[in-house]
């Protein structure tokens, strides 16, 4: 197939240089460009906005490199557990002689050993990247393959012989993630930049060739539709990268076809108003699940894509793994691995619940979608035993609403979490986002992972209209109780605890007393809670335990945006007017002056120049 990824085989032929058919370059005006660089990788921004670049997302990039760095390490220690149980069974002369060997090389894949499809360093290159001249380096010059093949392997000069990682980036616009990773990840060998823009993949292509000789033999820039390039590359890539502009529901099910087994899928979501269930039907539409309005939305809204990935995957007799999942600045980010197996999909429906959220009060309740029974050394796949509420709250009598499925399973891996966590410490200088995402994984580290959603103490506090303890009090008490208890980092003032509600309204009862509330109409929730005596007393003692460790220790877990208008960009294309200036600043609008000019002019003046030129 053509652009196969994993076509390893060149001829020598292939391997001889011979110049390229090069097409007529267009003219470009220099001056129209500006050099950006962000980590490793430079690439070169038009101004305007033709193709979409939005600074914000550097932690984006960050987190998936460390990922991905992460990512390298274990498959490489997976591959040589496994070729070493498979050469410890195996009988005849020279087998010991074999293994000895393999322990020398520990990034080495099983499939290739069987095959004996080593890739020795320099043994193979493709001549679509061999650089002819200083005029094929041209960066704003236009001309590379036109189907973006590349057929070469590559090898890791860290390892002397691997089969090295072939990534798909789905929807790279400048190609920036492309070449970061390309650049900055050992163990990578190729990278597919698909764009199905004609402006964004010639950019891509400028930047491949302004990033040198590494980029140019890694990275290939193709113009294609994510969705049937990814439904003929089946199980091709070993990582797959979505990142688009709003939702990736339309993406899922041709990317979890083209990940190879025990691959790595990178998929993230900026369409967080639906998912959080300010647009209960369309979210419904696009991911199969119902959201509700609750404190905890955000981590919902990353257990909906779970359960849209899981789901997607089912059908081809795949299940996800989550590894790491992330909400942050405007959108949410999930690194999960994808395996084949038709027994262990049986058990999706037991990681999959429905939510109860009562209308009045803060309490909610899962049930889950399935259950497994083991019983004589079998296991039976059984339907969830339920409801686990009664038609009415017993706290404060109001209805419930019902949501999901979800996924209620941990969203993360406590091992992956420390590994990455450790990988970005020792190379914090090659992250530039290395602070925020220090502090994200650093709150991750810490959340409770049996425990789907959290508590918000201001709300729980709003609705008794009574004045909050502080959360290290609050945590004291949940402590004494004989409960867990920990933040999230979804929301800085949300608390993840394995507490019935019933514990934890008795220690806001316990809280009242002593700081009395004004008086309240019968009916409302707060005065119905507060009409029960609680059943337990709450202790606020010091409890060490219950703190964080980071907070203890001065480790910041939540930061301030690092400058104004942290936040969405506008879509590719897209004519900013002054009327966007309170959410993508001045320098933003199209054809007025940027921030480095002398003049700059204000949103006054920018507001009456466009009334003039609507008038004329």
Known sequence: MEGDPHDEHVTQAEMSFSPRKTAKRKAVDPSAYSILKEGEADILLQHGNDVFYNKAQIVNRDLSIAVLRAYVTKIQEEDFEKLKKKRKS?????????????????????????????VISGSACNENHLVASTADCDPLSTDVSQDGSNNANYSDSTTGTSKLLHILEALSASGLRALRYAREVDGVGSVTALDNDKLAVEACKR??????????????????????YMLTHEKQFDVVDIDPYGSPSVFLDSAVQSVADGGLLMCTATDMAVLCGNNGEVCYSKYGSYPLRGKYCHEMALRI????????????????????????????????????????????PSKLSYMYQCVGCDAFHL???????????????????GPPILPECRHCGRHFNMGGPIWSHPIHDPEWVSSILEGIVALKKRYPAYEKIHSVLTAVSE????????LSLHALSATLKCTPPSASLFRYAIANAGYRISGTHAMALGLKTNAPMDVVWDIMRCWVKTHPVKSQPRETSGSVILSKEPTLEANFSKVQSALSKAQTKGVPRFLPNPEEFWGPKPRAGR??????????????INGFPSQNDSNEESLEEIEAKQQKQEMA
Do not use: W
């Not at 959340?447 to 959290?454: F, G, N, S």
């Open 90 to 118: 195996t009988v005849g002369e020279g087998s010991a002689d074999v293994y000895a060997q393999a322990e020398q090389v520990p990034g080495i894949r099983e499939d290739d050993q069987a095959q004996g499809e080593l």
């Open 447 to 454: 959340e409770l992972l049996d425990v789907p959603l959290y």
């Open 207 to 228: 930047n491949i060739r302004l990033n040198g000789s590494v980029a140019i033999s890694k990275v290939q820039a193709v113009l294609a539709d994510a969705r049937a």
């Open 575 to 588: 004519q900013i007017t002054f009327k966007h200036a309170s959410l993508f600043g001045v320098t933003a």
């Open 367 to 385: 049930q889950p979608v399935g259950r497994i029974v083991h019983k004589n050394n079998s296991v039976h796949y059984m339907p969830g035993i």
């Open 305 to 348: 894509l779970l359960s849209c990935i899981e789901s997607h995957a089912n059908r081809y007799k795949r299940h996800v793994v989550p590894l790491l999942s992330i909400s942050v600045d405007f959108y949410i980010r999930v690194f999960v691995r994808i395996f084949t197996s038709a027994n262990a999909v049986k058990a999706s």
